[in-house]
């Protein structure tokens, strides 16, 4: 049997759970759900960018790229025989420890250990790991103790050296050399599975001579995780003993005893029935068999991890009152409203009482939501962004992580009824900068009139925001910069960070608090989300299923579409359930022959799914965009996706406004 070694990376694990340990790795045993998710790859691909820009500040390093733990240690240790030698991806072992050090350089008897991480901070912050209480501070800490194991591993595999640990991170102060310089950073994903970046041959000492990443001393901090307690009020445990026990029981392959906390609710080892039907165990289920004595019926009640923004899960936990069946309305000290609709906690409330009675019915406060709705003025306006923040900038003269707008829609409800997508944009330029642009083309969308604009969440008021201060701050002029402005405080309210202070005339109206307020259906399971609520009104609203089971959108003589034709929005799946519309939308290279299929699975494409239905899949498609050399039906086809998708984003808008509006005649 091979030896199994605690990795940084397990290490980081196990500091989640360490029962987690015991399932990590085993693909083929055990479901993990992070392997899935687009969003968290988008971000991994973030990571594997950055990890090779910071190779690119130490010119003449060695690249240790061998999987195998032999082969990269013996690579390793010659390199080491060196005097003065920088290494990538070191490998070092001491006992049952085994990391690869992203970037560790040798002086003579000093070794640094850099440790790159897709993280931004602001260089010009004082202490910006340690909180006011001398500690610290919550956000950081996973991050230095990642650090921090590494130095301990460095530490004992060589006795005679300094070992000095650091951080390298995207500095928010620092500014982008040059234009493109995300797109000399290309990843892509193997056959194997696994990701790579390949680094443009055209990268110019110009695109390096401004560092975007900034080497942060640790040493400090690791020294503070060294003498904390790594236990809990019980057990007194020091970082050392941590770590061992971690290694140990990682090597016999033997679970951990954790305990049952609200942390559970996001495990990633949860299977699907799906996943299960294909084999799949569960890890979730079977530390809740394991700890609570559950059995296969007890994951078919519902449980206090889905009571919407619940904040006392671990209290209930340790009572052993995890269902919704054992719940009373003391525990949640219901409180009514200041504002209009209902409160958290009596949402809180009605989501565990329809539970109690098994009452699978919408909830709709038909007086109050009637009322919101009467002093909304046609025609209305529903609009949705697609924005990113990438940590190596697109553009020059751009901070890491600073906010790109490249996509929105736009759909309009008129007094009569009448409704149409009245407009779009997406950036399909390589290179530009999109978002004064963006700012521009909304502009002309939204001022013809005085109607009431609507979002969900925040996010929209936010990043116009943001806009507004890059306006202000740009230090390239922008002649209309002062209309911009005025279009955005017209439409926005400031929000936190902001110098200023103003509440637009016409500051956009969130259908996400409507909902909150007015607007309840059990099968949302307590989610807000419009992924959730859009199929839960699909399913109620008898109005919205005749009306869009007719193929209307898109139609001659029905609803105006730019990107759809002749569509229908309700389809049925065995059970007679409504489907959710994102999975609805045309897979891309569907109507493409065999030969380019063929040259996507020979990874000649950028992108490797064939599915673009939610947040994390529009972002990374877009950084596909901005490489030039893409085959060009590929970019068409991403185009269009990514036009499909925002679209139905505010359709989905005008959906729920559709059924809202039948409910509270």
Same mark, same amino acid.
Request: proline content about 3%; overall charge negative; some cysteine.
């Given at each position: 049997?091979?030896?199994?070694?605690?990795?940084?990376?397990?290490?980081?694990?196990?500091?989640?759970?360490?029962?987690?340990?015991?399932?990590?790795?085993?693909?083929?045993?055990?479901?993990?759900?992070?392997?899935?998710?687009?969003?968290?790859?988008?971000?991994?691909?973030?990571?594997?960018?950055?990890?090779?820009?910071?190779?690119?500040?130490?010119?003449?390093?060695?690249?240790?790229?061998?999987?195998?733990?032999?082969?990269?240690?013996?690579?390793?240790?010659?390199?080491?025989?060196?005097?003065?030698?920088?290494?990538?991806?070191?490998?070092?072992?001491?006992?049952?420890?085994?990391?690869?050090?992203?970037?560790?350089?040798?002086?003579?008897?000093?070794?640094?250990?850099?440790?790159?991480?897709?993280?931004?901070?602001?260089?010009?912050?004082?202490?910006?790991?340690? @909180?006011?209480? =001398?500690? *610290? !501070?919550?956000?950081?800490? +996973?991050? #230095?103790?990642?650090?921090?194991?590494? %130095?301990?591993? /460095?530490?004992?595999?060589?006795?005679?050296?300094?070992?000095?640990?650091?951080?390298?991170?995207?500095?928010?102060?620092?500014?982008?050399?040059?234009?493109?310089?995300?797109?000399?950073?290309?990843?892509?994903? @193997?056959?194997? =599975?696994? *990701? !790579?970046?390949?680094?443009? +041959?055209? #990268?110019?000492?110009?695109?390096?001579? %401004?560092?975007? /990443?900034?080497?942060?001393?640790?040493?400090?901090?690791?020294?503070?995780?060294?003498?904390?307690?790594?236990?809990?009020?019980?057990?007194?445990?020091?970082?050392?003993?941590?770590?061992?026990?971690?290694?140990?029981?990682?090597?016999?392959?033997?679970?951990?005893?954790?305990?049952?906390?609200?942390?559970?609710?996001?495990?990633?080892?949860?299977?699907?029935?799906?996943?299960?039907?294909?084999?799949?165990?569960?890890?979730?289920?079977?530390?809740?068999?394991?700890?609570?004595?559950?059995?296969?019926?007890?994951?078919?009640?519902?449980?206090?991890?889905?009571?919407?923004?619940?904040?006392?899960?671990?209290?209930?936990?340790?009572?052993?009152?995890?269902?919704?069946?054992?719940?009373?309305?003391?525990?949640?000290?219901?409180?009514?409203?200041?504002?209009?609709?209902?409160?958290?906690?009596?949402?809180?409330?009605?989501?565990?009482?329809?539970?109690?009675?098994?009452?699978?019915?919408?909830?709709?406060?038909?007086?109050?939501?009637?009322?919101?709705?009467?002093?909304?003025?046609?025609?209305?306006?529903?609009?949705?962004?697609?924005?990113?923040?990438?940590?190596?900038?697109?553009?020059?003269?751009?901070?890491?992580?600073?906010?790109?707008?490249?996509?929105?829609?736009?759909?309009?409800?008129?007094?009569?009824?009448?409704?149409?997508?009245?407009?779009?944009?997406?950036?399909?330029?390589?290179?530009?900068?999109?978002?004064?642009?963006?700012?521009?083309?909304?502009?002309?969308?939204?001022?013809?009139?005085?109607?009431?604009?609507?979002?969900?969440?925040?996010?929209?008021?936010?990043?116009?925001?943001?806009?507004?201060?890059?306006?202000?701050?740009?230090?390239?002029?922008?002649?209309?910069?002062?209309?911009?402005?005025?279009?955005?405080?017209?439409?926005?309210?400031?929000?936190?960070?902001?110098?200023?202070?103003?509440?637009?005339?016409?500051?956009?109206?969130?259908?996400?608090?409507?909902?909150?307020?007015?607007?309840?259906?059990?099968?949302?399971?307590?989610?807000?989300?419009?992924?959730?609520?859009?199929?839960?009104?699909?399913?109620?609203?008898?109005?919205?299923?005749?009306?869009?089971?007719?193929?209307?959108?898109?139609?001659?003589?029905?609803?105006?579409?730019?990107?759809?034709?002749?569509?229908?929005?309700?389809?049925?799946?065995?059970?007679?359930?409504?489907?959710?519309?994102?999975?609805?939308?045309?897979?891309?290279?569907?109507?493409?022959?065999?030969?380019?299929?063929?040259?996507?699975?020979?990874?000649?494409?950028?992108?490797?799914?064939?599915?673009?239905?939610?947040?994390?899949?529009?972002?990374?498609?877009?950084?596909?965009?901005?490489?030039?050399?893409?085959?060009?039906?590929?970019?068409?086809?991403?185009?269009?996706?990514?036009?499909?998708?925002?679209?139905?984003?505010?359709?989905?808008?005008?959906?729920?406004?559709?059924?809202?509006?039948?409910?509270?005649?």
């Amino acid at each position: 049997m091979n030896q199994r070694y605690l990795t940084k990376s397990r290490f980081k694990l196990a500091q989640e759970c360490p029962a987690k340990l015991f399932y990590t790795g085993k693909k083929e045993e055990y479901a993990d759900q992070k392997i899935e998710d687009s969003f968290l790859e988008a971000l991994a691909e973030g990571g594997y960018q950055v990890g090779e820009l910071a190779k690119c500040y130490y010119p003449g390093g060695h690249n240790i790229s061998t999987l195998d733990y032999e082969d990269a240690l013996k690579q390793t240790n010659e390199l080491l025989k060196l005097e003065k030698v920088v290494i990538f991806e070191a490998a070092v072992r001491y006992k049952s420890f085994f990391i690869r050090a992203d970037i560790l350089v040798k002086n003579g008897k000093h070794i640094e250990l850099i440790e790159v991480k897709a993280k931004s901070f602001n260089s010009s912050d004082a202490d910006v790991f340690i @909180g006011s209480k =001398g500690g *610290l !501070t919550g956000k950081w800490k +996973p991050y #230095l103790e990642d650090a921090a194991f590494q %130095k301990y591993v /460095l530490t004992k595999a060589f006795p005679g050296y300094i070992v000095s640990a650091f951080l390298m991170l995207a500095d928010k102060d620092s500014r982008c050399p040059t234009d493109g310089l995300n797109q000399k950073f290309r990843c892509k994903k @193997g056959r194997d =599975g696994r *990701l !790579t970046v390949a680094v443009s +041959p055209n #990268l110019t000492q110009e695109d390096i001579s %401004k560092r975007i /990443l900034s080497k942060v001393n640790v040493n400090e901090c690791c020294e503070i995780i060294y003498e904390e307690n790594c236990g809990n009020k019980n057990e007194s445990l020091s970082f050392v003993e941590l770590v061992d026990m971690y290694a140990e029981y990682y090597a016999a392959d033997r679970k951990f005893v954790s305990p049952i906390t609200k942390i559970c609710k996001d495990c990633e080892f949860r299977a699907t029935q799906e996943k299960k039907a294909q084999g799949l165990k569960s890890g979730y289920e079977e530390c809740f068999k394991e700890r609570l004595g559950w059995t296969d019926a007890d994951f078919l009640e519902p449980n206090i991890f889905e009571i919407w923004d619940f904040r006392k899960k671990d209290k209930f936990i340790q009572a052993s009152r995890m269902k919704i069946a054992q719940l009373t309305e003391d525990d949640f000290g219901v409180k009514s409203s200041e504002k209009a609709g209902i409160s958290r906690t009596e949402r809180q409330w009605l989501q565990v009482q329809k539970v109690q009675a098994k009452d699978d019915t919408c909830w709709i406060d038909k007086e109050g939501l009637a009322l919101e709705m009467s002093k909304w003025v046609y025609p209305l306006h529903f609009i949705d962004f697609e924005t990113s923040m990438v940590a190596i900038p697109f553009n020059k003269n751009r901070h890491p992580y600073e906010g790109i707008a490249f996509q929105f829609s736009h759909h309009v409800v008129y007094q009569d009824g009448t409704i149409e997508h009245h407009g779009e944009y997406l950036n399909t330029v390589p290179g530009a900068f999109p978002n004064y642009d963006f700012i521009r083309c909304l502009k002309m969308e939204l001022e013809g009139d005085n109607g009431s604009i609507f979002r969900y969440t925040s996010h929209e008021n936010t990043f116009l925001n943001h806009i507004y201060r890059q306006l202000q701050d740009d230090i390239n002029s922008v002649p209309d910069s002062r209309e911009l402005l005025d279009f955005i405080r017209s439409i926005t309210h400031s929000s936190g960070g902001s110098l200023e202070e103003w509440k637009g005339k016409r500051d956009m109206l969130d259908l996400w608090e409507f909902e909150k307020q007015y607007y309840y259906d059990p099968s949302t399971k307590g989610s807000n989300s419009i992924k959730q609520v859009l199929p839960a009104i699909l399913n109620s609203s008898k109005y919205l299923q005749k009306k869009y089971a007719e193929p209307v959108y898109g139609a001659v003589g029905g609803i105006k579409s730019h990107n759809y034709k002749d569509w229908k929005w309700i389809d049925y799946d065995e059970n007679g359930k409504v489907k959710d519309p994102y999975y609805l939308l045309p897979k891309l290279f569907a109507d493409y022959p065999d030969e380019y299929i063929a040259m996507l699975d020979e990874g000649l494409f950028f992108s490797d799914s064939d599915e673009l239905h939610n947040g994390g899949a529009a972002l990374t498609a877009y950084a596909r965009l901005q490489f030039e050399e893409m085959i060009p039906r590929e970019r068409e086809e991403l185009e269009k996706a990514l036009l499909k998708y925002c679209e139905l984003d505010t359709f989905a808008m005008v959906m729920i406004y559709e059924g809202w509006r039948e409910m509270v005649k």
